[in-house]
């Protein structure tokens, strides 16, 4: 079975960073495209950040964009977030999810989430 | 902008009904489609992608019609372990990809 754990969130002071990770297993990693996607309290879910196996295709959700990037290290099986100059509005939990195969912007696998919160 | 629209926000259901879920586009997304299930502290799952094929795993009493901006997620008898919050999701523009704002199941 899939397996997607995410890790590396906490609490931040608004301007501050935080970098998440995914460790994926269970699947041929490096033919996948991996994305993010968060849930903000009281809201749905949102799409944040996508990486393709190509490490050279990246899109970032507009709220995000020029803040944050996203890496993979295919050796190492995980999915980066390098969150920056974080804002309240950024608070949420935090998912890593593998595209089905062939069918851009689907998610097939999820992992349970990490909690970002961004207080002063 | 695409905007998802999920009807209602919450349901109150008890366990043995048909259930009925509603999704509108602001545009048609064709049947580029799909429904996920999340349980609290849980993984979200995929339950229906294509706006009618089921996932891999999935209970035959889940279903998903429609296309172009009106959809609809059917629950024919409603098990106690169903009671989550659904969202969908349309992928016709990717990127991005946008999600309704979901709907709660809970108990009657």
């Known amino acids: 079975q899939v397996q997607l754990v995410e890790s590396g969130g906490g609490v931040v002071h608004p301007g501050g960073s935080l970098r998440l990770s995914c460790s994926a297993s269970?699947?041929?990693?490096?033919?996948?495209?991996m994305h993010w996607v968060r849930r903000a309290p009281g809201k749905g879910l949102e799409w944040v950040a996508t990486?393709?196996?190509?490490?050279?295709?990246?899109y970032f959700a507009d709220s995000v964009k020029g803040r944050f990037t996203i890496s993979r290290d295919n050796s190492k099986n995980t999915v980066y977030l390098q969150m920056n100059n974080l804002r309240a509005e950024d608070t949420a939990v935090y998912y890593c999810?593998?595209?089905?195969?062939?069918?851009?912007?689907?998610?097939?696998?999820w992992g349970q989430g990490t909690q970002v919160t961004v207080s002063s | 902008e695409m905007v998802m629209t999920q009807s209602p926000v919450t349901l109150s259901v008890s366990p043995g009904e048909r259930v009925t879920l509603s999704c509108r586009a602001s545009?048609?997304?064709?049947?580029?489609l799909a429904w996920y299930q999340h349980k609290p502290g849980q993984a979200p799952r995929l339950l229906i992608h294509g706006a009618s094929t089921r996932a891999t795993g999935v209970p035959a009493r889940f279903s998903g019609s429609g296309s172009g901006t009106e959809f609809t997620l059917t629950i024919s008898s409603l098990q106690s372990e169903d009671l989550a919050v659904y969202y969908c999701q349309e992928y016709n523009n990717w990127p991005p990809s946008t999600f309704g704002q979901g709907t709660k199941l809970e108990i009657k």
């Open positions: 269970r699947f041929t990693f490096a033919t996948y495209g």
């Open positions: 990486i393709y196996y190509e490490a050279t295709k990246k």
């Open positions: 999810a593998r595209e089905f195969l062939q069918v851009p912007g689907l998610f097939d696998y």
């Open positions: 545009q048609s997304v064709s049947s580029n």
